[in-house]
């Protein structure tokens, strides 16, 4: 999803990069301009002038697009179209059958990201956020878990991203806590907090030992239930280039909401890419509803 600022470039260049690994059947690249409320008081020339500007916008975006995929093997498409933003990146991935979709986390440049936002939480697919400036590179992956089914098909993503891009390595990070009440057992905070690393470190172990996965492993004790600044402190810490987690909470109870802590890193990470990875169509059922929320 492109909006013809200079995150695109940010956009564009990760794209080729992911592009030329990968290999994908085909790229689509999508700009929306905003639709014009029809009114008796707008002149036929006026709207005639509308379709004039999708017609340009289009003509620019192949332009940006091809600059940026000179020499590149990898079928694309550009759509400009006109309406509500989230519409119509939603009818795209649906009428395209689309795998990934890539959009852009502004840290200084104009917009609020409440596109990405929803699309975070909707999309029936993988979502990649990149962050402006990032430097394409992919030789370290962070997989946030716990242990549940989406950290595990989280796993899986990055495990295949691996074998597809040689010599890139996987960081296991899990953040255990202190259960509350913890000094009824007649113990001290720190002999609990022994206890459940301990008990991490096993479940980790079986748990990679289960996916076959050789990986780095890092565990932190969350103290203050601020996980998304552990997490980022691991990437910093370990120079690493892509966190993968999994859209956890997605339920028609739920309205399929990610997971609290996956919305908080969402919001305060403009550091490195942010894959999020989904079960392939969960959120099919509950996709028109959202879309008129």
Same mark, same amino acid.
């Given at each position: 999803?492109?909006?013809?600022?200079?995150?695109?470039?940010?956009?564009?260049?990760?794209?080729?990069?992911?592009?030329?690994?990968?290999?994908?059947?085909?790229?689509?690249?999508?700009?929306?301009?905003?639709?014009?409320?029809? !009114?008796?008081? *707008? %002149?036929?020339?006026?709207?005639?002038?509308?379709? #004039?500007?999708?017609? +340009?916008?289009?003509?620019? @975006?192949?332009?940006?697009?091809?600059?940026?995929?000179?020499?590149?093997?990898?079928?694309?498409?550009?759509?400009?179209?006109?309406?509500?933003?989230?519409?119509?990146?939603?009818?795209?991935?649906?009428?395209?059958?689309?795998?990934?979709?890539?959009?852009?986390?502004?840290?200084?440049?104009?917009?609020?990201?409440?596109? !990405?936002?929803? *699309? %975070?939480?909707?999309?029936?697919?993988?979502?990649? #956020?990149?962050?402006? +400036?990032?430097?394409?590179? @992919?030789?370290?992956?962070?997989?946030?878990?716990?242990?549940?089914?989406?950290?595990?098909?989280?796993?899986?993503?990055?495990?295949?991203?691996?074998?597809?891009?040689?010599?890139?390595?996987?960081?296991?990070?899990?953040?255990?806590?202190?259960?509350?009440?913890?000094?009824?057992?007649?113990?001290?905070?720190?002999?609990?907090?022994?206890?459940?690393k301990s008990n991490s470190e096993k479940q980790m172990t079986h748990w990679l030992k289960e996916i076959q996965c050789t990986a780095d492993s890092v565990l932190t004790l969350n103290k203050d239930d601020s996980l998304e600044n552990q997490i980022l402190n691991v990437v910093n810490e370990n120079n690493v280039d892509l966190i993968?987690?999994?859209?956890?909470?997605?339920?028609?109870?739920?309205?399929?909401?990610?997971?609290?802590?996956?919305?908080?890193?969402?919001?305060?990470?403009?550091?490195?890419?942010?894959?999020?990875?989904?079960?392939?169509?969960?959120?099919?059922?509950?996709?028109?509803?959202?879309?008129?929320?």
């Amino acid at each position: 999803a492109l909006d013809f600022t200079k995150m695109d470039s940010s956009i564009l260049s990760y794209t080729r990069f992911l592009s030329t690994i990968f290999q994908p059947k085909k790229i689509h690249f999508i700009n929306v301009i905003k639709e014009v409320e029809t !009114s008796t008081y *707008l %002149s036929g020339e006026f709207l005639g002038y509308s379709n #004039l500007l999708v017609i +340009d916008q289009k003509l620019m @975006l192949e332009h940006r697009v091809s600059e940026h995929f000179k020499g590149s093997s990898v079928p694309f498409e550009c759509h400009v179209n006109s309406g509500a933003p989230f519409d119509e990146v939603i009818n795209l991935v649906l009428n395209k059958k689309v795998d990934l979709v890539i959009t852009g986390r502004k840290k200084t440049l104009k917009g609020l990201g409440i596109v !990405s936002d929803r *699309l %975070s939480r909707n999309l029936p697919c993988n979502f990649l #956020l990149v962050p402006e +400036d990032f430097e394409p590179k @992919l030789n370290k992956v962070s997989v946030v878990t716990d242990f549940s089914e989406h950290s595990t098909l989280a796993l899986q993503q990055a495990v295949e991203i691996c074998k597809t891009k040689e010599n890139t390595n996987i960081i296991v990070h899990h953040s255990y806590s202190v259960p509350m009440g913890y000094s009824k057992s007649g113990k001290s905070f720190e002999e609990i907090a022994d206890i459940m690393k301990s008990n991490s470190e096993k479940q980790m172990t079986h748990w990679l030992k289960e996916i076959q996965c050789t990986a780095d492993s890092v565990l932190t004790l969350n103290k203050d239930d601020s996980l998304e600044n552990q997490i980022l402190n691991v990437v910093n810490e370990n120079n690493v280039d892509l966190i993968v987690i999994g859209s956890k909470g997605q339920t028609k109870a739920s309205l399929a909401m990610l997971g609290s802590n996956t919305m908080k890193l969402l919001k305060s990470n403009d550091v490195v890419p942010l894959l999020i990875v989904k079960i392939p169509g969960e959120n099919l059922d509950l996709l028109e509803a959202l879309k008129r929320i």
